[in-house]
């Protein structure tokens, strides 16, 4: 089965997740939990962690469609810092920003025929709590732009 541009993007964008500097303490595992996978130990009411969700937008035709290559196409990835209600949300702000610095505008991603763009600033919203929320979340957004890589 061929490997699909959509899948090639997400591999992307969550092998730069897994590259993230972690708080001292943190570990993939237990603090990120990526689509489709669990934190282990099971997630608690104090367990502090990255929750990463994504959506992919309506494709940009270009005139390279006509030569046979993929339409842009692009989509945003939320990196939700999760902090337990009762902790220091200055913290989940903090944890937030080096999310922001590292997903940075001029980023580029690469993975087989495919180049990732991320070509605006990382945006970082505070979401309001739901009174039976364990947890407060600070939301960032990384949109970004995936780019055929045009033979010479």
Request: hydrophobic share 45%; proline share 27%; no cysteine.
């Given at each position: 089965m061929a490997t699909t541009v959509e899948k090639k993007i997400f591999q992307a964008l969550t092998g730069a997740v897994t590259t993230f500097p972690l708080p001292v303490g943190w570990t993939q595992?237990?603090?990120v939990a990526l689509p489709g996978e669990d934190l282990v130990?099971?997630?608690t009411a104090t367990t502090k962690f990255i929750s990463v969700e994504f959506d992919f937008n309506?494709?940009?035709p270009t005139d390279a469609v006509s030569q046979g290559l993929p339409p842009i196409r692009q989509g945003f990835m939320r990196c939700s810092v999760r902090w337990p209600r009762k902790s220091?949300?200055?913290d989940a702000i903090d944890l937030a920003g080096q999310l922001a610095d590292y997903f940075k505008i001029g980023t580029k991603l690469y993975r087989e025929g495919l180049q990732v763009r991320l070509d605006d600033h990382p945006e970082i919203v505070s979401v309001p709590l739901v009174?039976?929320?364990t947890h407060k979340t600070v939301a960032v957004i990384v949109r970004w732009l995936c780019f055929p890589i045009v033979p010479a």
């Open positions: 595992a237990a603090n130990p099971p997630l309506r494709p940009i220091a949300e200055v009174p039976a929320d």
